[in-house]
């Protein structure tokens, strides 16, 4: 009898499996807009230069009200209408209406985001790779089940490259950290999801396709 790898990280010893769903909600995508626009509002030197406190909470709340909070109520409420059967959405059938929420959600966030002069080029940026990569995931999702960690990775990822290819401040700790991040996030799911190589792959590279286009398309 041939074991898959897939089957030997299913026996991981519990206490590492119980670390990787921790990471896995953690880093899981619906958070990761808002961790790339913490960064950028607290972080980051000159994206929001000279705001005061407030305004970069309310800024930092508007993000994730749109990119956190509206799809995972999409999700609960799925759920608590009988549409899904988790809130881990298992099977690509129930994974179809929460990316298609998401996208309009998403693209709500990146048009008002646009269209707000006071924003970095980079948050624009980023939020158009989010509008971008649930396109593709809702595309791909007719194929594969693609993995939405792995997409979320391939985003945080690239948007560091990018910041460390055109910004004059230092980058390359924030590149290691989001590297170390994919890393530890994409062994999260591989030890406690059904997802493939394949799925992990295609998925991060989505990512990266996605931050790339959001960068040309709103550079």
Same mark, same amino acid.
């Given at each position: 009898?041939?074991?898959?790898?897939?089957?030997?990280?299913?026996?991981?010893?519990?206490?590492?499996?119980?670390?990787?769903?921790?990471?896995?909600?953690?880093?899981?995508?619906?958070?990761?807009?808002?961790?790339?626009?913490?960064?950028?509002?607290?972080?980051?030197?000159?994206?929001?230069?000279?705001?005061?406190?407030?305004?970069?909470?309310?800024?930092?709340?508007?993000?994730?009200?749109?990119?956190?909070?509206?799809?995972?109520?999409?999700?609960?409420?799925?759920?608590?209408?009988?549409?899904?059967?988790?809130?881990?959405?298992?099977?690509?059938?129930?994974?179809?209406?929460?990316?298609?929420?998401?996208?309009?959600?998403?693209?709500?966030?990146?048009?008002?985001?646009?269209?707000?002069?006071?924003?970095?080029?980079?948050? *624009?940026? #980023?939020?158009?790779? &989010?509008?971008? @990569?649930?396109? !593709? +995931?809702?595309?791909?999702?007719?194929?594969?089940?693609?993995?939405?960690?792995?997409?979320?990775?391939?985003?945080?990822?690239?948007?560091?490259?990018?910041?460390?290819?055109?910004?004059? *401040?230092? #980058?390359?700790?924030? &590149?290691?950290? @989001?590297?170390? !991040? +994919?890393?530890?996030?994409?062994?999260?799911?591989?030890?406690?999801?059904?997802?493939?190589?394949?799925?992990?792959?295609?998925?991060?590279?989505?990512?990266?396709?996605?931050?790339?286009?959001?960068?040309?398309?709103?550079?």
């Amino acid at each position: 009898m041939v074991i898959t790898e897939e089957q030997e990280l299913s026996k991981a010893p519990l206490p590492l499996r119980l670390l990787a769903h921790f990471f896995s909600y953690l880093f899981h995508p619906i958070f990761i807009p808002g961790y790339i626009t913490a960064y950028l509002l607290y972080l980051h030197p000159f994206a929001f230069a000279g705001e005061d406190d407030r305004y970069k909470l309310f800024k930092l709340a508007s993000v994730v009200f749109s990119t956190t909070f509206f799809p995972a109520f999409t999700v609960l409420l799925l759920k608590q209408l009988g549409f899904a059967s988790s809130m881990q959405l298992r099977t690509q059938k129930e994974r179809i209406i929460p990316i298609v929420a998401s996208m309009i959600f998403y693209f709500w966030a990146f048009y008002v985001s646009k269209n707000q002069p006071d924003n970095p080029p980079e948050l *624009v940026q #980023m939020l158009c790779a &989010v509008f971008v @990569s649930s396109i !593709i +995931a809702l595309t791909a999702n007719n194929f594969m089940k693609i993995s939405l960690h792995a997409i979320a990775m391939g985003i945080l990822v690239g948007f560091f490259i990018m910041m460390a290819w055109s910004s004059v *401040v230092p #980058m390359g700790v924030f &590149v290691a950290i @989001s590297l170390l !991040i +994919a890393g530890i996030t994409g062994t999260s799911r591989m030890l406690v999801s059904d997802h493939t190589n394949r799925e992990m792959g295609w998925g991060f590279l989505t990512g990266l396709i996605s931050m790339l286009i959001g960068m040309l398309v709103s550079g």
